[in-house]
């Protein structure tokens, strides 16, 4: 039993370095929109035989979610719920990653422990994942008897490892778990 994740296609303020948190509601740049033209991805998608969709309500998921509809033929209703937007970042939010690397004198994997757990004005980790928690426990019926796809955030796939498998943010960012715009990846439940 389990899931398949998309994290959203490419956003143009990410291609330009800047920080998009829940806080950004940003569409998709036109890469991002090209990127679904790949023939290999769309067969993956196919293949996936998708009996539901659940979404952010963050408009990059939407757009993403909405492609992917078109593409595998799907003609329900796409599920969107906030619980399954990008942490909220705070002050981090919207910010250039290279300015805020030099602020705090430190490495990528650094700054994004740094933005995930001593934002002002926005999530801590604790409540992010105890937010993922609870979709995950409210849709359970639903995953273990459909084939779903959740389309959101590399936020949100982090703290779906954290909740599955019981790591730590600092094991999730030391050990890089992540995927890049339009990955997808299986999330076994049990």
């Not at 909405?66 to 937007?85: M, T």
């Not at 700054?111 to 801590?124: V, W």
């Not at 715009?181 to 299986?186: D, F, K, R, S, V």
């Amino acid at each position: 039993m389990g899931f398949y994740f998309l994290r959203h296609g490419k956003v143009g303020n990410n291609l330009d370095g800047f920080l998009n948190g829940g806080e950004e509601n940003q569409e998709l740049s036109n890469q991002g929109l090209k990127d679904f033209e790949d023939a290999n991805f769309q067969e993956k998608l196919k293949k996936l035989n998708i009996d539901k969709i659940f979404s952010s309500k963050l408009i990059r998921a939407i757009q993403t979610s909405q492609k992917v509809a078109e593409i595998i033929g799907y003609n329900k209703n796409i599920i969107k719920d906030n619980r399954l937007n990008e942490q909220m970042y705070g002050e981090f939010s919207g910010k250039k990653v290279d300015d805020l690397l030099e602020k705090y004198n430190c490495n990528k994997t650094q700054l994004s422990y740094i933005y995930r757990t001593k934002n002002e004005n926005g999530e801590t980790w604790e409540e992010y994942v105890s937010r993922i928690r609870s979709f995950l426990i409210d849709n359970t019926k639903e995953i273990n008897n459909k084939n779903v796809l959740v389309v959101a955030h590399g936020g949100v796939y982090k703290a779906l490892i954290s909740i599955i498998h019981g790591k730590s943010l600092k094991q999730i960012l030391d050990e890089k778990e992540g995927l890049d715009n339009l990955g997808l990846a299986y999330i076994p439940i049990s």
